[in-house]
């Protein structure tokens, strides 16, 4: 009898174990009595994502289809150190104002010379740099800054300038030739406003 009694107990707990087992399962198979798997359960993702990501790159020239050139020349007499190269744009010859209308590229370290020229070459944009000039009429004056000279103007006496009498239309859509040009010091006495050296 007790030998009954504990095959008895040693088949309810295999039994039990095996209902836990097949409580844990992750998937929740289903299994006959034959052992077969009669789950029935199919994987309904349909899930299609894919990329309709269609920037492109719309960078566009800012500075038009122009350019403006001028060879720049310095006389027998200079002895300074050229510093930097810029050219501003007024819009009306000689200049009523003091303050330009707008600006090219600045040439630091600018190689220049007597007897060696430098063809500066340069576009006309807004102070602030942000776009080109509006169309109209402009007059570009080329300074040079050289060492002990003005940050943001011509200093008299120091530094050099010239005025360009030939008038620049905008829009343009070639190269903009204005010749060649021979910078001279800022006067020291009478006017020493941007029309200086003209």
């Known amino acids: 009898m007790m030998t009954r009694k504990l095959m008895m107990l040693a088949y309810c707990i295999v039994l039990a174990a095996g209902m836990a ?7 929740d198979d289903v299994v006959d009595d034959a052992g077969t798997d009669t789950d029935t359960d199919t994987d309904t993702d349909a899930d299609t994502d894919t990329d309709t990501d269609t920037d492109t790159d719309t960078d566009t020239d800012t500075d038009g289809d122009y350019e403006i050139t001028v060879e720049v020349t310095l006389p027998a007499g200079f ?4 510093d930097r190269l810029v050219g501003v744009y007024f819009d009306s010859s000689p200049p009523t104002s003091m303050m330009p209308d707008g600006v090219g590229e600045t040439i630091e370290d600018v190689t220049i010379a007597p007897g060696t020229p430098y063809q500066y070459t340069t576009y006309a944009r807004t102070l ?71």
């Open 128 to 198: 602030d740099g942000s776009s080109i000039l509006p169309d109209g009429d402009y007059w570009m004056h080329v300074v040079l800054y050289v060492e002990g000279g003005g940050t943001m103007q011509p200093t008299p006496g120091v530094d050099w300038a010239k005025s360009i009498d030939t008038m620049i239309t905008l829009p343009a859509t070639d190269t903009i030739d204005l010749g060649t040009v021979e910078l001279a010091l800022v006067p020291i006495e009478g006017d020493a406003g941007p029309d200086s050296g003209k």
């Open 21 to 27: 087992a097949v409580g844990c399962s992750d998937d």
């Open 79 to 82: 002895t300074a150190t050229p």
